[in-house]
T-cell receptor
């Protein structure tokens, strides 16, 4: 089956620092999504990517769909305390409807 | 706009009891997904429906789990009998998948806030 490796598992940074996390898959994906989950809530979509090489921004967040279609990264610039949470990548392979989720990156921001 | 609505938010019950989780997808969405989230296994897809029809239930753990979608605005996930290892947060998500011939693209899934289930 499809597998996603998400790294790092956790990060502890100072407010104002930039953050980068990534996901790699064992097979080709045609959709990459990045979600953020706060405690006690469901995942909330941050960025959706649909084309290889696509680079998309959402405020301080930037994500890219890798050229090989087997990886994606998410960058957060100038982190703030409210960026704290768990970030999940998710991908959908060719001919599939369901998403495969990464194991998440737990981000902590020190004010 | 109302998002995906799940109920109850929390449920605590004794093992052996029947548990029913409910989900109302976003109006206009035609795909509905049930996920389970645990610390050990992360987010796992249990089953998903397209146009009220179950498409893939290969993620359903065993026969104690069943899901229904009697209409486009309601779905249930039932566990009978429940066991302590079923304790988890169960999420429902919905999205829009265009019909053949439509020009819209697939839309991302939107999640509800989940049901935290504890089986004692």
């Amino acid at each position: 089956g499809q597998q996603l490796n998400q790294s790092p598992q956790s990060m502890f940074i100072q407010e104002g620092e930039d953050v980068s996390m990534n996901c790699t898959s064992s097979s080709i994906f045609n959709t990459w999504l990045w979600y953020k989950q706060d405690p006690g809530e469901g995942p909330v979509l941050l960025i959706a990517l649909y084309k290889a090489g696509e680079l998309t921004s959402n405020g301080r967040l930037t994500a890219q769909f890798g050229i090989t279609r087997k990886d994606s990264f998410l960058n957060i610039s100038a982190s703030i305390p409210s960026d704290v949470g768990i970030y999940f990548c998710a991908g959908r392979g060719t001919g599939r409807r369901a998403l495969t989720f990464g194991s998440g990156t737990r981000l902590q921001v020190q004010p | 706009d109302a998002g995906v609505i799940q109920s109850p938010r929390h449920e605590v019950t004794e093992m052996g009891q029947e548990v029913t989780l409910r989900c109302k997808p976003i109006s206009g969405h035609n795909s509905l997904f049930w996920y389970r989230q645990t610390m050990m296994r992360g987010l796992e897809l249990l089953i998903y429906f397209n146009n009220n029809v179950p498409i893939d239930d290969s993620g359903m753990p065993e026969d104690r789990f069943s899901a229904k979608m009697p209409n486009a605005s309601f779905s249930t996930l039932k566990i009978q009998p429940s066991e302590p290892r079923d304790s988890a947060v169960y999420f429902c998500a919905s999205s829009f998948r265009p019909f053949l011939g439509q020009t819209q693209s697939n839309q991302p899934q939107h999640f509800g806030d989940g049901t935290r289930l504890s089986i004692l």
